[in-house]
């Protein structure tokens, strides 16, 4: 029972990924799902949430107008879409489910950098 995050990359600042969380051996249906990301060093920052039914979204304030969150659970994916990216935005992003917050799946790295 895993959460996989991928779609980072290299991206010049100003530039876009589209980033997706899969879940292997269970289904994302019925809980919320959360972005993370974690510089070392540094405390972990919650960036995006999005509800079980996708009808309520949250996002951090370093991130809104920029980010936005979403879910296919048909397709037992949630994704985030990062648009205007900013070097302050390069750090490794993993997704959380809810009632297992604290439990980092595989990561993905994103760097912004020209």
């Known amino acids: 029972v895993q959460l996989q995050a991928c779609g980072g990359g290299l991206v010049q600042p100003g530039g876009s990924l589209r980033l997706s969380c899969a879940a292997s051996?269970?289904?994302?249906?019925?809980?919320?799902i959360g972005w993370f990301r974690q510089a070392p060093g540094k405390e972990r920052e919650g960036v995006s949430c999005?509800?079980?039914?996708?009808?309520?979204?949250y996002y951090a304030d370093s991130v809104k107008g920029r980010f936005t969150i979403s879910r296919d659970n048909a397709k037992n994916l949630v994704y985030l879409q990062m648009n205007i990216l900013k070097p302050e935005d390069t750090v490794v992003y993993y997704c959380?489910?809810?009632?297992?917050?604290?439990?980092r799946g595989q990561g993905t790295q994103v760097t912004v950098s020209s």
């Open positions: 999005i509800s079980s039914s996708g009808d309520s979204t």
């Open positions: 959380a489910k809810s009632g297992d917050w604290d439990v």
């Open positions: 051996g269970f289904t994302l249906y019925g809980y919320a």
